[in-house]
Antibody, heavy 124, light 111 residues
Framework: QVQLQESGPGLVRPSQTLSLTCTVS??????????WSWIRQPAGRGLEWIGR?????????YYNPSLKSRVTVSVDTSKNQFSLNLSSVTAADTAVYYC??????????????WGQGTMVTVAS | QSVLTQPPSVSGAPGQRVTISCTGS?????????VHWYQQLPGTAPKLLIF???NRPSGVPDRFSGSKSGTSASLAITGLQAEDEADYYC???????????FGGGTRLTVL
């Protein structure tokens, strides 16, 4: 079965770029059935969708408008990985970051497989 | 302030039935977009619990059910068990924001 695992630094300095990688195992990231998303959760708070990528034909990316100016999601199909870059971070970006399989159902997409999450703290 | 509104907490005794509401608007639930529900056990990642308003993924007990009407949706849990103690989130799509949106989450306490 498909599993996702996040990796990356747990501490990022303010104004720097947060970079995370998600490794997909048990299936190919180059799928025509799914997208691949990043979602974050600040401590004690709710979930926020960050962005997604589609990798089957051409690479297509979609971002939360509130974060669009700072976010880049990319893919390395040779490694079965996708990545998140979030630039100019502040303390407000401190959160658990999840990589997620994004299921584009008719009627509205759902997030059906989640990584375990990785905590990223923005502090000097 | 979440786009979808959930009660912060609900509680119930073992064996009882509880419901969790999720209230949206005409730009999301009311625009005929599906509602999905996630269960987040303490210290773990969210897990898809209900998809497409009222469908359970394989392995989810039939004690969990969902419904949708107008601009709102509900998650019902019958035969409450201690292991159901978790945070529950609803999710849909918002046409005005052009993004997937979540509720603020509801903490279920089993008394």
């Amino acid at each position: 079965q498909v599993q996702l695992q996040e990796s990356g630094p747990g501490l990022v300095r303010p104004s720097q770029t947060l970079s995370l990688t998600c490794t997909v195992s048990g299936g190919s990231i180059k799928s025509n059935d799914y997208f691949w998303s990043w979602i974050r959760q600040p401590a004690g708070r709710g979930l926020e969708w960050i962005g997604r990528i589609y990798t089957y034909t051409t690479e297509s990316t979609y971002y939360n408008p509130s974060l669009k100016s700072r976010v880049t999601v990319s893919v390395d199909t040779s490694k079965n990985q996708f990545s998140l870059n979030l630039s100019s971070v502040t303390a407000a970006d401190t959160a658990v970051y999840y990589c997620v399989r994004d299921w584009p159902r008719l009627g509205g997409r759902a997030f059906d497989i989640w990584g375990q999450g990785t905590m990223v703290t923005v502090a000097s | 302030q979440s786009v979808l509104t959930q009660p912060p907490s609900v509680s119930g005794a073992p064996g009882q039935r509880v419901t969790i509401s999720c209230t949206g608007s005409r730009s999301n639930i009311g625009a005929s977009y599906d509602v999905h529900w996630y269960q987040q056990l303490p210290g773990t990642a969210p897990k898809l619990l209900i998809f497409g308003n009222n469908n359970r993924p394989s392995g989810v007990p039939d004690r969990f059910s969902g419904s949708k009407s107008g601009t709102s949706a509900s998650l019902a849990i019958t035969g409450l068990q201690a292991e159901d103690e978790a945070d529950y989130y609803c999710q849909s799509y918002d046409t005005s924001l052009s993004t997937s949106v979540f509720g603020g989450g509801t903490r279920l306490t089993v008394l």
